[in-house]
T-cell receptor
């Protein structure tokens, strides 16, 4: 799986959009971009994933650049409960039951 | 209803003891996993099980052994516990292998070895 680079921490004001960047310049054609988050003292939680097109669900939006070398996770209206470590993971499709490879992630702190 | 559950939530034990952590998923998923999160918060895969067959086994000491009595359960047995085994252990499950899918994590078991 390709390596990802994320800023170690970010702040965002409550009610504003939180934009979390991720670089994955060595991503290959069959690799998806996944986002998970881990709220303090809880298990990781799936947020969203995508291959080429932008994706949106009830939690967030995922914007993937045309060259697929970077992506941005957008939390449209951040709340205090969104404070967590956010992990960007690049993962190939198919194959065996690989475990997820977690990096250091971005610690997002939502300020009141 | 809890999708992926683990017991116990906290486990404190002495070095040298043998202990088990239980995991159950009620999602009907085919694959289950164990992850370890150490004191520096790095989260690493330990094992995965698919239809009672061990799929991967990362460089984990053989003191750790996953056991799956059925598709809904993957328990983690640890023999001769060491101080370095202190960590939070997470169980997870995913629908199928062979396609991209998401993993659903349990709440974690905090193991402290004294």
């Amino acid at each position: 799986d390709a390596k990802t680079t994320q800023p170690p921490s970010m702040d965002c004001a409550e009610g504003r959009a939180a934009n979390l960047p991720c670089n994955h310049s060595t991503i290959s054609g069959n690799e998806y971009v996944y986002w998970y988050r881990q709220i303090h003292s809880q298990g990781p939680q799936y947020i969203i994933h995508g291959l080429k097109n932008n994706e949106t669900n009830e939690m967030a939006s995922l914007i993937i650049t045309e060259d697929r070398k970077s992506s941005t996770l957008i939390l449209p209206h951040a709340t205090l409960r969104d404070t967590a470590v956010y992990y960007c993971i690049v993962r190939s499709s198919g194959g065996g039951a690989d475990g997820l490879t977690f990096g250091k992630g971005t610690h997002l702190i939502i300020q009141p | 209803d809890t999708a992926v559950s683990q017991t116990p939530k906290y486990l404190v034990t002495q070095m040298g003891n043998d202990k088990s952590i239980k995991c159950e998923q009620n999602l009907g998923h085919d694959t289950m996993y164990w992850y370890k999160q150490d004191s520096k918060k790095f989260l690493k895969i330990m094992f995965s099980y698919n239809n009672k067959e061990l799929i991967i086994n990362e460089t984990v000491p053989n003191r750790f052994s996953p056991k799956s009595p059925d598709k809904a359960h993957l328990n983690l047995h640890i023999n001769s516990l060491e101080l370095g085994d202190s960590a939070v252990y997470f169980c997870a499950s995913s629908p199928r292998t062979g396609i991209t899918d998401t993993q659903y994590f349990g709440p974690g078991t905090r193991l402290t070895v004294l």
